[in-house]
């Protein structure tokens, strides 16, 4: 059986890692308040102080998301390592997705719960498509298929 389209696969990986890129490099000049949303989360370790005053828990975890939505959007966009890149972000959608889009932690039948529901089953298809770069790989028009027949 054939895989899918060269260009299919391309433009997927372009619509799918340019939420990542654009989210990653946005959160670096709103850098302040994306951290204080973590610790508001709840997130594990967010509220930690680190070194002194300067360094927080939430700053490194905040350092550690953008990275892997950076490095891991950029390697499914060009197709290089695009398996390890898909693996970065779900790494990064799963804590995501949970602390931020807990629907269930609402009373029944608001409208702020069914704004997280959607947001959470938003997340949850987007996770579909980073596992089928990490299932399929980045499909012909790639630097991993272009290195792979090199070799």
């Not at 890129?21 to 594990?44: E, F």
């Not at 779900?90 to 949970?98: D, E, G, N, S």
């Not at 012909?140 to 792979?148: K, N, T």
Request: no cysteine.
């Amino acid at each position: 059986m054939r895989n899918a389209s060269p260009l299919g696969s391309l433009f997927g990986r372009i619509l799918l890692s340019g939420l990542f890129l654009l989210s990653g490099l946005n959160k670096i000049p709103n850098w302040s308040q994306t951290a204080d949303q973590l610790v508001d989360a709840g997130v594990p370790g967010a509220d930690l102080q680190l070194v002194g005053e300067t360094v927080s828990g939430a700053d490194v975890l905040l350092g550690g998301a953008v990275a892997f939505e950076i490095l891991g959007s950029l390697a499914v966009l060009i197709g290089f390592k695009a398996r390890f890149g898909a693996l970065l972000l779900l790494l990064f959608l799963a804590p995501v997705t949970y602390y931020f889009h807990a629907f269930w932690n609402y009373e029944g039948g608001t409208e702020e719960q069914a704004v997280e529901m959607i947001a959470f089953m938003k997340n949850v298809a987007i996770s579909g498509g980073v596992l089928m770069v990490l299932a399929m790989g980045p499909g012909a028009l790639s630097i991993d298929h272009f290195r792979r027949k090199k070799e």
